[in-house]
């Protein structure tokens, strides 16, 4: 009889209607884990049990063999490197924009931008397309380096500098996030007390946004480790082989009897990426130099006549690092035959036709991608209201534990992320299929992968929202459905659209993980890409890369259209 | 009769108890303020009223029906309470027009179109905003907006209207003509209105009674000129106007009500409070509390001061006058007077209460 009361008063009537379904909002958690967190244990599992037993045989394997210890100090090698021209670029960048007055900020941070958001194996596609000895943009005027000549690129410090260049974006996010918040004051404060010129600089500025600093290199240093395009694409062909490319070679040359192996060493990349986010806390850890002032009054340090100089500077690196690389890929697309000289009178779009029309693989690699990018963003989204809204609005020990969870796939390098998903994927234990071979594999990493690009503009929205017209919604006497579908839905509709969309941008180019888990019949763009221009079809590659990078500028001209009408920090350049 | 009531109830955040044993109960159409400084548990009572939080202890319930209970952890969720609330930043749902906005209960309540639009034009009418109904809340300035959550209110004709600190976003100006609307809006509809606030001088303009609220407790509850002329304590009696309380020792009691206070060279006729006149002696922490209008600057007066501060209030000044115990007095002065001149007063009235806290 008691029981009963109880059942009644926890489930029956209208008592308790609103706990009740507080109780099922963690089952939200079940796919979370499993598409984060699963793929991870089943990885470690791979490379430390030798046939069903513990043993550190594959370990022992990987640690003893040259090759691993070769390709650890490449990566290492370029990776430093790669960030340390991140940080001039990206940082000078930050500083001048955010605190100088140098004039169109909007036009450059946006092709500043570009680079990011164009896939990792097209830069290197374009660069290598710019500096060969069969440069077609260089063939037609004439300044090609002498045939047989090697490429410059196909080195260590080739690797470096594209890195360098792809991830100067990242650090010219962070920094001018930090940027934003310095206030005037704290510099006007510094000018009075008498400093001024480098030592404003080196005394203030720097040491005020040294978080930002240090929290862009970090993350420069952990993508630049992780991005396989570049490191494939110079490094295969200069034989310049880096940890993601030895266990790329590996797979494509044993196959699943490389497994245990490869998941050493996609551990010992997780390990150096986990050493490198560890270090940037502990550094940012040590100062706690807290902003305080008016924020949102940005500085406008007046450089004078030296501002048309610094301009026109700025812009000239622009060009050299994104328009010149981009013509010499038009250039290659527009080549009537590969080797042939471009001119006026002879350029072609038989590439476009071909790989728009004719080509089956190509137009199925569009399908593929648009397929899944598509699929990525709408099943990402549906998954992200309700999770951002319990992660926002019921916060928990679990909640916080979930959200630390879903950075993982995206933090650690996509080759990790991929040979975890095969190896959980390869037999699923209990239905007993296997999804390895089949687009759904890549899909389900797709899902691992970019969760974190979908929940961040919901979740940011959610915060920005008064938790008093959820309340008053209630007071109304709306349940819960209710006020998810009338109030909450509505107003964090834009910033779902624009998670989906940067979703969808993310994932039409992606290579690093679908480069593992593509099969005949299901590739995607990165990965046709790749293979296009690893089979010697430039002319090809670079007109399916053209089309590319015309879909990435449309799609962030429409977010940059857009921006008025959505919520602050969805539009990751204009944080 | 009383509908709505609260019974010994607890609310702890971690280790800090926001409202600690407190019971209270509102009759039906009373205006009542709950009124306190920052942090002493107000807004979590209201809170807890609405069905937002959830009591630790205690039960609370609206109309005889428990609608939450701490021990038995029952609950009845906020939307199935009948609560209406108006909140600081007015919470109106910025993607919906004006007239959805307040129709939105009526919508959820499933009514059929032509009842719902006749009861939103009623409602905006009550509130003057009968040619807003098409607008979008962003169109509007705050004292409409505020308008607008108090029709979203009316509309669902309520058991009883909360509302928290509803005037704190307005301009002073503003929030005289709000004050008018909110009384204007309870003499009509005759809700019962609980109305959290800061600020003493807005409880007392409108709240037919004011609970005030100290870290979590209730320290008095009465009408707002019983809790001006007679504080029951310390807290009270320096919160709700201004005035002085100073510590006195001996009381020579009265037959009415009244007791003589010696202070200084100064006899002072005063009222007593009637707990503390019925135990006298075992007693002896008193305070007297003094109000500026009952003390006057007069020549033949017995009490003798020094002016620390003079400030004009257009008409009259305020004078702060140290007294020769040390204790500071706030006076009315007709007459500016200077700075460290020496004056004396007359007291023609005082209130005596104990000072040691009831837990």
Known sequence: MQAVERWLATSGGNMGGNRFSDRLLPLLFVPVIFISVLPMLRL????????????????????????????????????????????????????????????????????????????PQITALAWVQLTGPSSALLNAIGMAPALGSPQPLYSAEGIALLLGIQHASIVFLTLRANLRLLPREQVEAARLAGARGGRLWWQVILPLTSPGLIAGTAMAFVTALGNFGIQAMLGIPGNYITLPTLIYRKLSSFGPAALGEVSVLAM??????????????????????RLMGVVGRPLDIRLGARRIVIEILLWAVLVAILVVPLMALVATSLVPAFGVRLGFDNFSF?????????????????????????????????????????????????????????????????????????????????????????????????????????????????????????????????????????ILLPLAAPAAAAGALLVFLTAFNELTVSALLWSAGNETLGVLIFNLDDSGDSVLASAVAVLVVGVVVALMTGFQLASRHLPKGVIPWQS | MAVINLRNITKQFGDYRAVNNVSLDIADGEFVALLGPSGCGKTTLLRLLAGFEEPDEGTISLAGQVVADGVSRQMVAPEDRNLGIVFQSYALWPHMSVARNVGYPLEVRKMLRAERDRRIREALSIVSLENYADRSPSELSGGQRQRVALARCLVMEPRAVLLDEPLANLDVHLRETMQEAFLDFHRRTGATMIYVTHDQAEAMAMADRI?????????????????????????????????????????????????????????????????????????????????????????????????????????????????????????????????????????????????????
């Open chain 1, 44 to 119: 470690a599992a791979e490379g430390l049990f030798v046939q069903g037993m513990p043993s550190l045989d594959y370990v022992r394997d990987v640690m003893e063999s040259s090759q691993t210890w070769r390709a650890t100090a490449h990566s290492l090698y370029t990776a430093a490197l790669g960030t340390v021209i991140s940080v001039l670029i990206g940082g000078a960048f930050a500083f001048l924009v955010a605190l100088t007055d140098i004039r169109a900020k909007a036009a450059l941070v946006f092709c500043f931008m570009i680079p990011m958001m164009i896939p």
């Open chain 1, 268 to 289: 010992l990349i997780g390990v150096i990426a986990v050493i490198g986010v560890l270090l940037h806390h502990h550094l940012l850890g040590k100062r706690d130099y």
């Open chain 1, 350 to 486: 038989d590439a476009f036709y071909q790989v728009l029309f004719v080509q089956p693989a190509t137009i199925r690699a569009f399908h593929n991608s648009l397929l899944l990018s598509v699929g990525a963003a709408i099943v990402l989204v549906g998954m992200c209201l309700p999770l951002a809204y319990v992660i926002v609005r019921r916060p928990s020990r679990l909640t916080k534990l979930v959200n630390l969870l879903v950075e993982i796939p995206y933090a650690l390098p996509g080759v990790v992320l991929a040979i975890a998903c095969i190896l959980l994927f390869i037999r699923i234990p209990v239905l007993d299929i296997s999804l390895y071979g089949t687009l759904a594999i890549i899909f389900v990493a797709y899902l691992a992968r970019f969760l974190i690009i979908a929940l961040r503009p919901v979740m940011n929205s959610f915060m920005q929202l008064d938790p008093a017209l959820e309340e008053a919604a209630q007071a109304c006497g709306a349940g819960i459905g209710r006020r998810l579908r009338d």
């Open chain 2, 211 to 359: 609970a005030v609220m100290d870290r979590g407790h209730i320290r008095q509850m009465a009408a707002p000129e019983t809790l001006y002329r007679e504080p029951s304590d310390q807290m009270v009696a320096g919160f709700v106007g201004a005035g002085a309380v100073l510590p006195v020792g001996d009381i020579t009691l009265q037959n009415n009500g009244r007791c003589a206070v010696r202070l200084g060279d100064a006899d002072i006729s005063a009222r007593i409070c009637a707990r503390v006149a019925s135990q006298t002696g075992a007693n002896d922490a008193l305070g007297l509390c003094l109000r500026p209008e009952d003390i006057r600057v007069d020549g033949h007066g017995t009490l003798a001061g020094k002016v620390e501060d003079c400030v004009y209030l257009g008409g009259r000044f305020r004078l702060a006058v140290r007294l020769a115990n040390g204790h500071a007095l706030p006076v009315y002065s007709d007459l500016r007077a200077r700075i460290g001149e020496n004056i004396s007063l007359s007291v023609r009235d005082g209130w005596v209460f104990s000072r040691q806290e009831a837990a």
